[in-house]
């Protein structure tokens, strides 16, 4: 008896201790934290609901924006400013932040924002008219930018989404405000001109005009647990060089872009400009996958040094890595693990290592084609992986061959030839299958010089081997042996390797 009234009197205390420190909660909702507007535009009302909160009011507002609260009705209504006369006026409005201090029944205060910005005339919607794909170009700053994500790459139904993720972005704040919105079933997001100079933010212009920041980003729909379920590339490169405008029709009838997937530009060839060459090199892709990983921190690949990117908090992010299994190697695994780079050391370092080198652990050669754009595609809209006979025409010319060794190094990369005109390739290099660690030096015992020497360029195709256990590139390569400079329209590779892609217009 004496224990059963111990029992009921430590559960009684615990129901009391459990009231009394249940937690007081209090606080605001608002129905949208982001809205954009033109110049003078429509005031715009949003609602919000509260919990154990007597007043809500404005605390800060960019100067010229106006803010009005109706704590009966629970609605904020914004107002914008008319356009400025001035350009500077207009930077400082462009973009405002209202601030809401929220007191509780307690006296308690704790803030909340809204984020308002000044756009162009419409919202750009990615996808528009059924145009799915896994990579998305942008190249119009002050813009808001909309994407349905209830459709993967090949507009194909995606089941679950519960929200939408940065999964890294070459820039700090490189898209903002990215809201998914489950009514419409797409992700909205604002596009700035601002750029982080000497630990100042400062607009990018071009003859007076704004323009798009260089840059790349990984974004994602994930389910209810977290689980990637689609990710998409978005390549931002200002309107000058936009990809979708550059291209050229080689003498073989085939149109391919100018510059390589996820590249800013092409240097074409000029010498000894890290700016100019940092900004051709484009993305890395293993073969078959959908999702890029990155580019290098310097023009010559020193170190196999990756650029630096950043999640939607602004910390740090970094490649990972994961061998190849019956677990890893499958698409499955990729799709949800797209940032995770699949090595394949043991094609080499095991006694029943085969030499073959894929990610996959059961070989796939229809993830790509040279003929129709697949699910796992990676170039935009309207564009495609190049077949193998998309490269037939091209040929390293007796003039780039006998370019002095000097000027070769400088230019990091080759003029070929089409037999009409001459085209530039990069020499990016790889991410090896061995580590996935960028390399761009041409080194092999017995075959090439005793020391490493720059640079190789690796270029994929859809095309795959014979026996179906690897796929081919275009490859070319620069050594101090003038003889033993390599050049190969259909050079084997392991699936591993992630290379450079320049894509083909779909006719």
């Known amino acids: 008896m004496r224990n059963l009234k111990f029992i009921l009197f430590a559960f009684c205390a615990l129901i009391i201790f459990g009231a009394c420190s249940k937690k007081y909660d209090y606080g605001m909702d608002l129905s949208a934290t982001g809205l954009y507007f033109q110049w003078g535009g429509e005031p715009q009302t949003i ?61 308690e205060v704790t803030t909340y924002a809204i984020d308002c910005y000044i756009i162009g005339d419409k919202v750009i919607v990615l996808n528009d008219g059924g145009k799915y794909a896994n990579s998305y170009v942008l190249t119009q700053p002050m813009a808001a930018y909309l994407l349905d994500v209830s459709h993967n790459g090949a507009g194909e139904a995606i089941s679950a989404v519960s929200d939408v993720e940065i999964l890294w972005q070459s820039e700090r ?27 100042e933010d400062v607009y990018i212009k071009e003859n007076g005009e704004y323009v798009m920041r260089n840059g790349n980003a990984l974004i994602a729909a994930v389910n209810a647990k977290g689980e990637v379920l689609w990710s998409w590339h978005l390549w931002f490169v200002k309107s000058t060089a936009n990809p979708l405008e550059h291209y050229t029709t080689y003498s073989n009838g085939v149109t391919f872009m100018d510059f390589n997937l996820g590249a800013f530009g092409n240097s074409n060839g000029a010498k000894d400009s890290s700016k100019q060459i940092l900004d051709s090199y484009g993305l890395y892709y293993q073969w078959g996958r959908k999702d890029p990983f990155l580019r290098p921190y310097y023009h010559d690949c020193a170190g196999g040094e990756d650029e630096y990117v950043y999640s939607g908090s602004g910390s740090a992010v970094y490649v990972e890595y994961a061998e190849t299994s019956a677990e890893t190697g499958t698409v499955e695994y990729t799709v949800a693990n797209p940032t995770t780079f699949i090595i394949n050391p043991a094609c080499v370092d095991s006694e029943d290592g085969d030499g073959v080198g894929d990610w996959m652990h059961t070989a796939n050669s229809s993830l790509w084609s040279g003929v129709n754009k697949t699910l796992y595609d990676p170039c935009p809209y309207g564009w495609r992986v190049p077949a193998a006979s998309d490269f037939d ?26 037999g009409t005109n001459n085209h530039f390739y990069l020499a990016a290099g790889f991410r090896n299958y061995y580590d996935g660690v960028i390399h761009n030096m041409n080194f092999k015992e017995g075959v090439y010089p005793s020391q490493p020497e720059p640079w190789e360029g690796y270029y994929w195709t859809a095309g795959a081997t014979a026996d179906g256990k690897q796929s081919t590139c275009m490859y070319f390569d620069l050594t101090t042996t003038r003889t033993i400079n390599k050049f190969n329209l259909n050079y084997p590779s392991k699936r591993a390797n992630a290379m450079q892609i320049r894509c083909v217009k779909i006719k």
């Open 173 to 199: 704040s490189l898209l903002d405000h990215l809201v998914y919105d489950e009514d419409k079933k797409s992700v909205s997001f604002y596009v700035d001109a601002l750029t982080e100079e000497d630990d």
């Open 47 to 107: 609602t919000y609901t509260t919990t154990n909160v007597t007043a809500v009011a404005v605390k800060s507002i960019t100067s010229g924006w106006k803010c009005d609260i109706d704590q009966t009705a629970k609605t904020i209504t914004v107002t914008p400013p008319a356009e400025p006369q001035s350009d500077s006026e207009r930077d400082k409005m462009r973009e405002c932040k209202i601030m809401f201090t929220v007191t509780s029944t307690k006296s």
């Open 393 to 418: 025409c091209l040929q390293l010319t007796a003039q780039e061959d006998g370019m002095s060794i000097e000027d070769a190094r400088g230019r990091f990369g080759w003029m070929l030839s089409d």
